[in-house]
Nanobody, 129 residues
Framework: QVHLVESGGGLVQAGDSLRLSCAAS????????MGWFRQAPGKEREFVAA???????????YYSDSVKGRFTISRDNAKNTVYLQMNSLKPEDTAVYYC???????????????????WGQGTQVTVSS
């Protein structure tokens, strides 16, 4: 079982940057694919970015088209932490951002929300125009 806690959200202006962190409990962090989803009020939770479990030899990261080139996901297995660096933020990025984990997942399979095993509680990101 994995417990996930997000941090780093806040209020910024369009064009600014934020770095989100997700701290994970458990002894098998490296065996989990990690990802970020977001949910705006009145909308469905949507995939943002993912990084494969550390033993995966294929593509290690995957991004939604809306954030590709602006966001970067990374992980530090020694710290049991995954990060989401968000640059060039836009008002449409405003949402609650959720950290997610899936055992032995790949970056691409993480985009399927039904395959997620664990969720964090979320952190609010607000981007003003």
């Amino acid at each position: 079982q994995v417990h996930l806690v997000e941090s780093g959200g806040g209020l910024v202006q369009a064009g600014d940057s934020l770095r989100l962190s997700c701290a994970a409990s458990g002894r098998t962090f490296s065996s989990y694919a990690m990802g970020w989803f977001r949910q705006a009020p009145g909308k469905e939770r949507e995939f943002v970015a993912a990084i494969s479990w550390s033993g995966w030899s294929g593509d290690s990261t995957y991004y939604s088209d809306s954030v590709k080139g602006r966001f970067t996901i990374s992980r530090d297995n020694a710290k049991n932490t995954v990060y989401l660096q968000m640059n060039s933020l836009k008002p449409e990025d405003t949402a609650v951002y959720y950290c997610a984990a899936a055992a032995f997942g790949t970056a691409r399979t993480m985009a399927n929300i039904r395959g997620i095993n664990y969720w964090g509680q979320g952190t609010q990101v607000t981007v003003s125009s």
